[in-house]
């Protein structure tokens, strides 16, 4: 049975950091991509982060570029996302998925093993 599960949101003052964590279970983690993405209240769900199953390829979107960083430990099952001068419009529900496409664009899709997401909140 696969489960993929996020951790690490929370509430943060703007400028502060979070790091969420996703471990999956049930599946050959390694031979995945993996991607992190969210959903404001009243947005469609968007891409935020994604790296491939090597760990080699990254992608990001523009919002969050030089803020965010995706990584991978495959020994551990366990993709991060480290988050850094958080902004109030940053604000989300986030969620990780496992064997989700991975490409510049970040298409979001039905594919792939999602977890139920963790909540982050940034106060102005």
């Known amino acids: 049975q696969v489960q993929v599960v996020e951790s690490g949101g929370g509430l943060v003052q703007a400028g502060g950091s979070l790091r969420l964590s996703c471990t999956a279970s049930g599946l050959t983690f390694d031979d995945l991509n993996m991607g992190w993405f969210r959903q404001a209240p009243g947005k469609e769900r968007e891409g935020v982060s994604c790296?491939?199953?090597?760990?080699?390829?990254?992608y990001y979107a523009d919002s969050v570029k030089g803020r965010f960083t995706i990584s991978r430990d495959n020994a551990k099952n366990t993709l991060y996302l480290q988050m850094n001068s958080l902004k109030p419009e940053d604000t989300a529900m986030y969620y990780c998925?496992?064997?989700?496409?991975?490409?510049?664009?970040?298409?979001?899709?039905?594919?792939?093993?999602w977890g139920q997401g963790t909540q982050v909140t940034v106060s102005s």
């Open positions: 790296i491939r199953w090597s760990g080699g390829t990254t």
């Open positions: 998925a496992a064997g989700h496409p991975c490409s510049p664009r970040m298409v979001v899709t039905t594919g792939g093993y």
